[in-house]
């Protein structure tokens, strides 16, 4: 049925539903290959095997584990975009209001990194490594909460905004640095609630500083 054709496939033809939920089956089984190996590592059969399907079957909606891996890429970065936005827009930012925004920010970071971690990873390696499409895909799941760090930072006393971009661009930085090596830094006996802590005080200071 035409109502069911709601899904592009790669001839450009329509996909029925129970092809867009197949395709979801692949992305979901990529997605758990990610949290158990390496991207370098994973195999279209082992992502075939987690689906239910077979390698074919992966061909007719992904031509490579990497177009498989941009797709959950896309994804994420759409959700990161909303998401980490309203960690920023949904809280009150005023001196009364700041730590406790702070807090909620910093620790929602954290949360969506480690809910994503593995997807994350591979996302950060290829943008240091030079693909601009993941690098793409990274800018537009920060740009969000960028630029509403940057609206809140907007009381700045630099009348072209400079200083307002400056503040939210080292402050996303700094939260998506952290929430990087939020591990790395455990081992080092630095516990989550104290990153938690130390980053929501720095938020707080900067940007009431800002008003």
């Given at each position: 049925?035409?109502?069911?054709?709601?899904?592009?496939?790669?001839?450009?033809?329509?996909?029925?539903?129970?092809?867009?939920?197949?395709?979801?089956?692949?992305?979901?089984?990529?997605?758990?290959?990610?949290?158990?190996?390496?991207?370098?590592?994973?195999?279209?059969?082992?992502?075939?095997?987690?689906?239910?399907?077979?390698?074919?079957?992966?061909?007719?909606?992904?031509?490579?584990?990497?177009?498989?891996?941009?797709?959950?890429?896309?994804?994420?970065?759409?959700?990161?975009?909303?998401?980490?936005?309203?960690?920023?827009?949904?809280?009150?930012?005023?001196?009364?209001?700041?730590?406790?925004s702070s807090l909620a920010l910093a620790r929602g970071f954290l949360d969506f990194w480690e809910r994503n971690g593995?997807?994350?990873?591979?996302?950060?390696?290829?943008?240091?490594?030079?693909?601009?499409?993941?690098?793409?895909?990274?800018?537009?799941?920060?740009?969000?909460?960028?630029?509403?760090?940057?609206?809140?930072?907007?009381?700045?006393?630099?009348?072209?905004?400079?200083?307002a971009r400056a503040v939210a661009g080292v402050l996303t930085s700094m939260l998506s640095h952290v929430a990087a090596?939020?591990?790395?830094?455990?081992?080092?006996?630095?516990?989550?609630?104290?990153?938690?802590?130390?980053?929501?005080?720095?938020?707080?200071?900067?940007?009431?500083?800002?008003?």
């Open positions: 049925m035409e109502a069911d054709r709601v899904v592009p496939g790669r001839s450009g033809r329509g996909v029925s539903r129970r092809g867009r939920d197949t395709r979801q089956r692949l992305l979901d089984g990529t997605r758990d290959l990610l949290d158990e190996s390496s991207y370098r590592a994973v195999r279209v059969v082992d992502i075939a095997r987690a689906a239910g399907t077979s390698p074919a079957t992966f061909y007719q909606y992904f031509p490579s584990v990497e177009s498989a891996v941009l797709g959950l890429a896309e994804s994420l970065a759409d959700q990161g975009a909303v998401e980490l936005r309203a960690l920023v827009t949904n809280h009150r930012w005023d001196p009364a209001g700041a730590p406790a593995a997807l994350m990873t591979v996302i950060d390696h290829a943008s240091l490594e030079g693909d601009q499409r993941f690098r793409q895909i990274r800018t537009r799941a920060l740009n969000g909460v960028t630029l509403a760090l940057e609206a809140v930072a907007g009381a700045s006393t630099d009348d072209d905004g400079r200083e090596h939020r591990r790395g830094l455990e081992d080092w006996g630095i516990e989550r609630r104290d990153l938690q802590a130390t980053m929501a005080r720095i938020i707080a200071d900067v940007l009431v500083a800002q008003h």
